[in-house]
T-cell receptor, first 114, second 108 residues
Framework: GAGVSQSPRYKVTKRGQDVALRCDPI?????LYWYRQALGQGPEFLTY????????KSGLPNDRFSAERPEGSISTLTIQRTEQRDSAMYRC????????????FGPGTRLLVL | KNEVEQSPQNLTAQEGEFITINCSYS?????LHWLQQHPGGGIVSLFM???GKKKHGRLIATINIQEKHSSLHITASHPRDSAVYIC??????????FGKGTKLSVKP
């Protein structure tokens, strides 16, 4: 059984470019979470979905960040007009049925904005 | 003040020592997680608990809901236990609020 996968694993982009980060959760998992982790820091919540519905996006830093999960499975986190401060590890996690369940983390996408 | 505080930030121990990492939180939670982040960056969930104590091998996690405090203990520590240990409080929406982590280094 595959775990949570993310792609790409590494992304280097120039400032001002848009990037799309993909998360493929464990099959059948209802909830999907996005986190950001700066170097040397703990993860920071960005947003989460139950099925295709975005339940909470309070952690998205600004309107350049958006996420979708149109069919309740794969999710895409999009960052428009990237800035150097966006450089971080972006992690995705999924859980079986929301609140009471263990979250399983993907390997992350390391984003570097030059 | 962070909503989830961990101590110590860094911990160096000799192989075989008993280790305790502490976590205090100031928010209402539905559960508390202990996670292990390996030097390569991968994150593994160790425990999820909402009351009492859980044990898995040499790892023990306890939580005191009234005092809003949790501890992670490692018995008979080993160099392979070296990692960052992260405490995360699960909020009412299901999202996790993370502590900054405790970097553990166990020397042979």
């Amino acid at each position: 059984g595959a775990g949570v996968s993310q792609s790409p694993r590494y992304k280097v982009t120039k400032r001002g470019q848009d990037v799309a980060l993909r998360c493929d959760p464990i099959s059948g998992h209802v909830s999907l979470y996005w986190y950001r982790q700066a170097l040397g820091q703990g993860p920071e919540f960005l947003t989460y979905f139950n099925y295709e519905a975005q339940q909470d996006k309070s952690g998205l830093p600004n309107d350049r960040f958006s996420a979708e999960r149109p069919e309740g499975s794969i999710s895409t986190l999009t960052i428009q007009r990237t800035e150097q401060r966006d450089s971080a590890m972006y992690r995705c996690a999924s859980s079986l049925a929301g609140r009471a369940e263990t979250q399983y983390f993907g390997p992350g996408t390391r984003l570097l904005v030059l | 003040k962070n909503e989830v505080e961990q101590s110590p930030q860094n911990l160096t121990a000799q192989e075989g020592e008993f280790i305790t990492i502490n976590c205090s939180y100031s928010v209402g939670i539905s559960a508390l997680h202990w996670l292990q982040q390996h030097p390569g960056g991968g994150i593994v969930s160790l425990f999820m608990l909402s009351s009492g104590k859980k044990k898995h091998g040499r790892l023990i996690a306890t939580i005191n809901i009234q005092e809003k405090h949790s501890s992670l203990h490692i018995t008979a520590s080993h160099p392979r236990d070296s990692a960052v240990y992260i405490c995360a409080a699960r909020g009412s929406q299901g999202n996790l609020i993370f502590g900054k982590g405790t970097k553990l280094s166990v020397k042979p």
